[in-house]
T-cell receptor
Framework: GAVVSQHPSWVICKSGTSVKIECRSLDFQATTMFWYRQFPKQSLMLMATSNEGSKATYEQGVEKDKFLINHASLTLSTLTVTSAHPEDSSFYIC???????????FGQGTRLTVV | DAKTTQPPSMDCAEGRAANLPCNHSTISGNEYVYWYRQIHSQGPQYIIHGLKNNETNEMASLIITEDRKSSTLILPHATLRDTAVYYCIVRGSRNTGGFKTIFGAGTRLFVKA
């Protein structure tokens, strides 16, 4: 299957700072990328969908000004958690697909801890 | 997207077949059944998908009932490394634009030695 890579795998930041998470499709062009958040012992929650070159579409209840998504190229999408607080600590996962695929492929996830 | 119902947890003996059920009674005609799994602290891994015919690949088999209201994922010879949360998802195809993958609670499969 296609490879999706996230960076960093884990990050610890101070409360009030911003953190950027990268999601790259390594061997295909990702026309659409999805960002998820997962709290311990819970399922994945879809946060937003981004299409290359256009603004992201956020799910209900997700603050677009707090979770900035940029999908500037066909191989890279970034999620920036702005002014992070301890309640933003979570496992963030991206997935990506190309129009030629029937399924989306997932990154390995980024564990964010805000202290 | 149609909702799915899965048992919260299941046990399976190592080397035996693991049969994971999923109910999707509100599935529509152009929606596919997808299965993913998530091993602890990793991103989800695609397993298999199907529309109405049974499917098999190197990882698993997918049995879809004739009315498409339920399906079963079969891991023919479960190993300890198959311990994971398994998600059954119903989703439209790329052509219908229904491509968001919405996760339910899934089934936590424990494979025991």
């Amino acid at each position: 299957g296609a490879v999706v890579s996230q960076h960093p795998s884990w990050v610890i930041c101070k409360s009030g700072t911003s953190v950027k998470i990268e999601c790259r499709s390594l061997d295909f062009q990702a026309t659409t990328m999805f960002w998820y958040r997962q709290f311990p012992k819970q399922s994945l929650m879809l946060m937003a969908t981004s299409n290359e070159g256009s603004k992201a579409t956020y799910e209900q209840g997700v603050e677009k000004d707090k979770f900035l998504i940029n999908h500037a190229s066909l191989t890279l999408s970034t999620l920036t958690v702005t002014s992070a607080h301890p309640e933003d600590s979570s496992f963030y996962i991206c997935s990506a697909r190309d129009r030629g695929f029937t399924e989306a492929f997932f990154g390995q996830g980024t564990r964010l801890t805000v202290v | 997207d149609a909702k799915t119902t899965q048992p919260p947890s299941m046990d399976c003996a190592e080397g035996r077949a693991a049969n994971l059920p999923c109910n999707h009674s509100t599935i529509s005609g152009n929606e596919y059944v997808y299965w993913y799994r998530q091993i602890h602290s990793q991103g989800p891994q695609y397993i298999i998908h199907g529309l109405k015919n049974n499917e098999t690949n190197e990882m698993a088999s997918l049995i879809i009932t004739e009315d498409r209201k339920s399906s079963t994922l079969i891991l023919p010879h479960a190993t300890l490394r198959d311990t994971a949360v398994y998600y059954c998802i119903v989703r439209g195809s790329r052509n219908t634009g229904g491509f968001k993958t919405i996760f339910g609670a899934g089934t936590r499969l424990f494979v025991k030695a």
